[in-house]
Structures are given as C-alpha cells and as structure tokens.
C-alpha cells in the first residue's frame, strides 16, 4: 500500500489500546479520513503530541481499500489550538467547528476551501482580535455554501418570489430558505424571523468562489458594514440568529449538535 500525505485538523482522539488510538482527521487533500494511529499514546515516537483536538499537523497514512481504518503512521505539529485564556466561548466554538466538520462532511470528500476555512478560522479564534459570534456564524455560512446547503435568504425557496426586508419573515427549514406567505400555508418546522436577522445573513453569506468573507457581501441592497455592526449589536438579533443556524443545522445532519447549546449569543465576546 502506497502511503499518503496530506496537511489535517484532528477532529476526535479515542483509545484503542494502552498505547494507540484512532484518531478523525479533516484533510485537505482527502477530506475526512479515520486512522488507527499505533503508538500515538506513547511519550516519544512518530506523533509526539501532533494528534491533539484541533491541532493542524502534516500526517502520513496508509490508506486501506476496504471499510476497516486507515493506519496513520507519522504526524508533525504544525500550529496547536489556543484559545485565549479563560475564554470558554473561544474554546467552545473551536470544538463547535469541530463537530461541524465531523457531522456534515463524508469520508473522502475531499474540500480544501472548506479546510482553508477551518484552519483560518480556528487561527482567528487563538488571535482573539474578532469576535467569538461574528467567526463562528461566517464559519457556519461558508461551510454551507462549499457543501451545497446555504439556505435562499433573498427569493421564495419555493416560488422565487423576492422576499422584501420588512415585516414578519419565514424561514423554512424543510424548503431550504425564506418562503413567502403564499408558499408558508401547510409547511412544517416554518421560524418566524424578523428582517435583521435576515439582513446579517444576507451580508455574511459568502459569495460562491471563495474562503472566509473578511466583509460583508457586495451583493445589491445587502446592509453596509456599520449596519451589520449595528445589527450584530442587538443581543436579541444574535439569540435569534443562533437559534436559527441550530435548527437549520440540526436539520441538515438529523440530529441537534452538542456544542449549539455552548455557543455565545454576545456580539462582542
């Protein structure tokens, strides 16, 4: 069997034995890939600390052609994850961008934009110089764009009816967006939105080329950046935002994911 290289963000360490474990990597060459990493737990030998949560590494693996695990047999630390000291919400958003990549990407699905987006964003959230709230929702909208699930935020995703910001909006998880009160009689799991919350998405949804937006969509009619701000200022704005992204999300992968409930809800930490 030919070995492997490949640039990877650990996303989950378990034992396997007194000495080894299996270790979930997101790579950028090959997308998710799970390895049984012999004498990982050892103090000195290939790995030496390279497999700890979240850590960006080089690893070097011997892919398997069936359904059993890979065997990783090599990691080098390139950059750990540290967040900012005695910052829970930094910490939580990181294993939040974990479980995100864990739950919504497959085996050898290969996105390197979507792993570019991750590792910049765990680097952003060990800086500390933006907020905890505004990294994990830009996060949240890019790896929905590079997968295929960002939701219709400005026409019916049902008609394609322009949906203007004003009033009582709803957003439909089952639809994949914004609907218009013609298309919302008899849909289930419908969120009623106010038009700010639409407004951030709209201005933080990336465009369909690229990494991590560093400001808001040039998209026409799309709130400026002191709007956004403005609109990120409101805690109420940001609750509503996080429950809408945690159901949506939940919906897409089937279950509710564990760190939505830790996530900040204040604009500025």
Known sequence: MPSEKASAIVLRVADFSETSCVATLFTREFGKVRGIAKGAR???GPFDSALDLLSVCRVVFLRKQSDVLDILTEARLERSFRPRAKDLSCL???YYVGELLREMTDD????PELYDA???TLADLSAGTTPVFELTLRFEL???QLLGHLPSLSTCAECGTPIPLQGKIHFAH??????CTRCRAGKPQVATVTPAVIAVLQAWSPRPSTHLPSRPSDTIGAPSHRDVSELLGSRATCGALR???AHYIAHLVGHPLRMHRYLTT???R
């Not at 050898?108 to 996105?111: K, M, P, V």
């Open 174 to 179: 089952l639809c994949g967006g914004v609907i």
């Open 266 to 268: 204040d604009p500025q």
């Open 243 to 245: 429950g809408l992204m």
């Open 42 to 44: 050892r103090l000195k």
């Open 142 to 144: 890019v790896l929905l």
């Open 108 to 111: 050898y699905d290969a996105h």
């Open 118 to 120: 991750a590792e910049q």
């Open 92 to 94: 939580n958003a990181g």
